[in-house]
């Protein structure tokens, strides 16, 4: 089992920035990949970023590219989201997530853990 807690979350203003992280405990030398996911009210769970434990190799929604960058410590078992230009659009609920898949998680379908999330709310 592994455990995610997410903290970071807070209102913002458009065009601030805002770092989430995610803490992991439990087994945490199982996941391959790690990732962020986010759910605004009304709308499905989206994928925004993930990366590769190991390797560090990272893939972003379209959405996201160039303004949010994902990253990890290892030796912290802490995830990272570093969120800039951020937008009214980006308001949601962030989840972390984590796959002991070898595929990068670009669905929900493809996790198997997740953190409770942390509300991000921007304001214009």
């Known amino acids: 089992q592994v455990q995610l807690v997410e903290s970071g979350g807070e209102l913002v203003q458009a065009g601030g920035s805002l770092r989430l992280s995610c803490a992991a405990s439990?087994?945490?030398?199982?996941?391959?990949?790690m990732g962020w996911f986010r759910q605004a009210p009304g709308k499905e769970r989206e994928f925004v970023a993930a990366?590769?434990?190991?390797?560090?190799?990272?893939c972003y929604a379209d959405s996201v590219k160039g303004r949010f960058t994902i990253s990890r410590a290892r030796a912290k078992n802490t995830l990272y989201l570093q969120m800039s230009s951020l937008a009214p659009e980006d308001t949601a609920v962030y989840y972390c997530?984590?796959?002991?898949?070898?595929?990068?998680?670009?669905?929900?379908?493809?996790?198997?853990?997740w953190g409770q999330g942390t509300q991000v709310t921007v304001s214009s």
């Open positions: 439990g087994r945490t030398y199982g996941p391959y990949y």
């Open positions: 990366i590769n434990w190991i390797g560090g190799s990272t």
């Open positions: 997530a984590a796959s002991t898949g070898i595929v990068v998680p670009t669905s929900p379908g493809r996790c198997d853990y």
